[in-house]
């Protein structure tokens, strides 16, 4: 029992201080990581680094740097660094075997800040949700829509399917549809509809804008209006020349038609 004791007192005495240097490195290394990434941050947003790559490259960076501390803390303990990364290794294929999405998401991430088809900022149509771009982390992008949800889409997933980006061009098309009863005046209401777009000044005179009857529909005579503006004008302008269409036909003696059904009753002689 005394001999056991012994080697214990022993192993303790040699081992002790290890454990405590390799502890007190990794408190002390974690602590300058910390600062370390957020000098990185801090330095990439003063060079103006595009802000899709701040929050990715800070991360890896994170990552690295606590990779390179926990080996350096293994081998302060006794474990030779080799056999270490022999084992991470061997580990590291069975993660990620068993991680195979996530991976996906990572591969995802550095295909979408290498090709770029929108940064943070750019308002994109992706996945079914609508909004604007917060951050692209390593494994998700997050997305805040315009009803306050925050949306996290995998990378994987949004670097292979489809996207419309609604920011990358500063000219946006709009279009109407409006409908006059059968019987008013189409030649009139194209008129007024020219009116008002020739009063609004955020709608562009070149391109022209297009005026035409669309279709002769069930229940309406229905004439296409189609106009370029700047992106940031598009839903106001879309939603301002309804109203004034709305009123001005209105003044102007033009119906706009509900849908509606004759029905034509015969009656049979026997």
Do not use: C
């Not at 003063?46 to 701040?54: A, F, G, H, T």
């Not at 926990?70 to 270490?84: D, K, L, N, P």
């Not at 009123?247 to 003696?253: D, L, S």
Request: hydrophobic fraction near 45%; charge should be neutral.
């Amino acid at each position: 029992m005394e001999k056991h004791l012994d080697q214990f007192v022993d192993l303790l005495i040699s081992y002790a201080p290890k454990v405590l240097g390799a502890i007190i490195t990794l408190v002390v290394g974690l602590w300058l990581i910390k600062i370390i990434v957020k000098a990185v941050r801090k330095t990439m947003v003063k060079r103006k680094i595009d802000e899709s790559l701040v929050p990715f490259l800070s991360t890896i960076t994170s990552v690295l740097l606590k990779i390179i501390l926990f080996i350096s803390v293994i081998g302060m303990v006794g474990v030779e660094a080799t056999s270490f990364v022999a084992i991470l290794g061997a580990a590291g294929l069975a993660i990620g075997l068993s991680l195979q999405g996530t991976l996906q998401n990572f591969a995802g991430g550095v295909v979408l800040l290498i090709l770029r088809p929108f940064k943070v900022g750019d308002v994109v149509d992706a996945k079914g949700y609508l909004g604007i771009i917060q951050e692209i982390q390593i494994f998700y992008t997050i997305i805040h829509t315009f009803d306050k949800k925050v949306v996290y889409i995998p990378n994987g997933a949004l670097a292979n399917s489809d996207m419309t980006n609604l920011s990358q061009q500063e000219d946006r098309r709009n279009e109407w549809k409006f409908g006059i009863a059968y019987g008013d005046d189409v030649a009139k209401a194209k008129k007024v509809i020219k009116k008002l777009i020739e009063e609004d000044d955020r709608i562009y005179k070149d391109p022209e804008p297009f005026l035409a009857l669309h279709s002769l529909g069930d229940s309406s005579v229905n004439i296409v209006v189609r106009t370029w503006s700047k992106v940031a004008d598009l839903w106001p302008v879309y939603f301002d020349l309804n109203e004034k269409v709305y009123n001005e036909f209105a003044k102007e003696g033009l119906n706009i038609p509900f849908p509606q059904m004759d029905v034509h009753l015969h009656k049979q002689n026997k």
